[in-house]
């Protein structure tokens, strides 16, 4: 009989960062940041939900930290960090998207879809921005309604209209 070999559980290094109330997850592999979780969430539930073994070590997450704490105290306007993102073609591409909207400036669900070349996916592209699994680092904050409106934030509206008051008050610097 042939012996089953039991997948041990990819490891994952998290951190926490806190800012004005708010307490973010910060879970990294060894290619680079691979989730940023803006919900109250303990790491034993992260790492029941997604499968995965969270080892706490704020060395490996050191650049996310540091750049994610100048970002929130309105000191950076862009993020260089590795990413090890996971997802499916389009939402690759509507994060990369995401990913080229200015500091300070919105764009509509529409105009994203647009800008990946699919002008009648703006459903489809809010579904990608559900699934980003790092918000903030991937700007999907900056991504309103086609009237203008705060609509559909994983981290909540009240945080998404503060990242956009934080940028808004950070261009007059």
């Not at 307490?23 to 997604?50: K, M, V």
């Amino acid at each position: 009989m042939a012996r089953r070999t039991k997948l041990r559980p990819e490891r994952l290094y998290g951190s926490v960062i806190g800012w004005e109330g708010w307490t973010f997850r910060i879970l990294s592999s060894p290619q680079g940041l691979r989730r940023l979780e803006l919900h109250e969430a303990s790491f034993d539930d992260l790492a029941e939900r997604l499968g995965v073994r969270i080892l706490p070590d704020d060395s490996v997450n050191a650049a996310v930290l540091r750049q994610l704490h100048d970002y929130l105290e309105g000191e950076r306007r862009a993020f260089d960090l590795a990413l090890d993102l996971r997802g499916t073609e389009f939402q690759r591409a509507v994060w990369d998207a995401l990913r080229g909207i200015p500091y300070g400036e919105t764009r509509a669900y529409g105009d994203v879809a647009k800008g990946i070349g699919r002008p009648r996916a703006a459903r489809a592209v809010g579904q990608a921005l559900a699934s980003n699994p790092v918000p903030i680092i991937v700007p999907c904050h900056r991504v309103l309604g086609g009237n203008g409106s705060l609509v559909g934030f994983g981290g909540g509206l009240p945080l998404k209209e503060r990242l956009l008051a934080l940028e808004k008050g950070s261009l007059q610097l």
